[in-house]
């Protein structure tokens, strides 16, 4: 089969791999009809090499149709068609039990003190090969997929992958208060799904912070009050204009560890993939320095006794935490990879009306072959020809 595998930083191809098979009983095994090109895709393609393996299958955002089931996969035939959650869960575990399905103690990474596996996400997830190709292995097949029904096009329900669950995550965790104020920084497609989220929800103001005009002026046309970064010096002091010289309820973070404007974890990123592959694992290991400019603007524009949403990827392990403020605002943090399953029958009913309030049919700005991945992630990264999110679609 053709699959999209990675060959080093900014270097990705298209490949002929095996095809998989059932491995264990609990296996299903899909024919992908189409799968998202992820912002966390960019971290393997631009800073997290060290723990990638050349020849290694990426993608996490996949839906298909199932074509062959294990022995223990009862919930599942041949022909259905489903969408498969990033992370892999089993679903009857100590973690699970309690809707915290990306720590499922049965797929837990434990040798690399991670939490659930993750597909087609380095050997700190488990280096399950991804959903960027033309069929899929699902381990866990008797919980993670998710039906859906016949007739929609795929841009219906493709989202529940990732991009809608860790939205309605990164909202629910952000606690906005009933007609309250959120801003949510970085409107990419976390963001920008976020944001109407949280209109859907009832926020009575929702903020976005961004410095890409396209980015912008999608969010602005679906109700959500825009600033852009180039346009205010101070992006805080915008903010609590905006906001009754308080600052806003809630903040949502949805950009990371690649926020721009941060020069000193640009050069470590820089180092980082300089180095010899262990040296640079273990750096980002033990030493990792994330960009926080973001993270340091949300501080800053969160109202006291707010709440701070982190949807965006960290993953440095001496990241300077400005503590004093954050304990004087008495602010919450809530984080953490999105639990899909937790939150797919809040999001399903507002897929399958004749309907679309969260406007997913037209989410997508490129759908393009699998076999122009290469340039998929080039034009993605390089915020190129509009390109905020991109749906590869695998042949056959």
């Known amino acids: 089969m053709k699959a999209v595998t990675w060959h080093g930083k900014r270097d990705v191809r298209v490949d002929a791999v095996p095809d998989p098979g059932i491995e264990t009983p609990t296996d299903a095994v899909i024919r992908v009809t189409s799968t998202g090109v992820c912002s966390s895709d960019l971290h393997l393609y631009e800073v997290l090499g060290p723990f990638m393996t050349e020849g290694d299958v990426l993608g996490h955002e996949p839906m298909g149709v199932v074509e062959e089931v294990g022995a223990e996969v009862t919930s599942l035939k041949p022909g259905d068609r489903v969408v498969v959650p990033f992370n892999i869960s089993c679903g009857h575990c100590f973690m699970c039990d309690r809707g915290l399905q990306s720590q499922c103690e049965t797929t837990q990474v434990t040798d690399q003190g991670k939490g659930a596996a993750l597909f087609g996400y380095t050997r700190l997830y488990g280096r399950v090969p991804g959903g960027q190709a033309e069929y899929l292995r699902v381990p866990q097949a008797h919980y993670g997929p998710i039906k859906v029904p016949d007739g929609p096009p795929d841009d219906r329900f493709v989202y529940l992958s990732d991009v809608l669950p860790t939205a309605w995550q990164a909202v629910q965790y952000a606690e906005i208060p009933r007609g309250g104020s959120v801003v949510v920084f970085g409107l990419g497609p976390i963001g920008q799904m976020s944001a109407r989220i949280a209109l859907h929800r009832g926020a009575g103001l929702v ?190």
């Open 207 to 396: 903020i976005g912070v961004d410095l890409v005009q396209e980015r912008l002026a999608r969010a602005e046309a679906r109700g959500v009050t825009v600033l852009d970064t180039r346009d205010h010096d101070d992006i805080g002091a915008a903010i609590r204009e905006l906001t009754g010289g308080r600052g806003a309820d809630s903040v949502i973070d949805a950009v990371g560890m690649e926020a721009h404007g941060a020069p000193v974890a640009r050069i470590a990123h820089n180092l980082v993939a300089a180095l010899p592959r262990a040296a640079g694992a273990l750096l980002t290991e033990k030493a990792g320095i994330d960009r926080l400019s973001v993270l340091y603007a949300a501080i800053d524009a969160v109202r006291r006794g707010g709440t701070i949403s982190l949807s965006g990827v960290y993953g440095g392990m001496i990241d300077p935490m400005p503590m004093m403020e954050l304990f004087d605002k008495q602010i919450r943090l809530h984080m953490g990879q999105a639990n899909v399953r937790r939150w797919v029958d809040d999001i399903v009913p507002l897929l399958t009306g004749s309907d679309d309030p969260l406007g997913v049919d037209d989410f997508a700005t490129h759908r393009l072959p699998l076999e122009d991945a290469p340039r998929a992630y080039e034009m993605f990264q390089k915020k190129q020809n509009g390109a905020q999110k991109i749906l590869l679609q695998p042949s056959g």
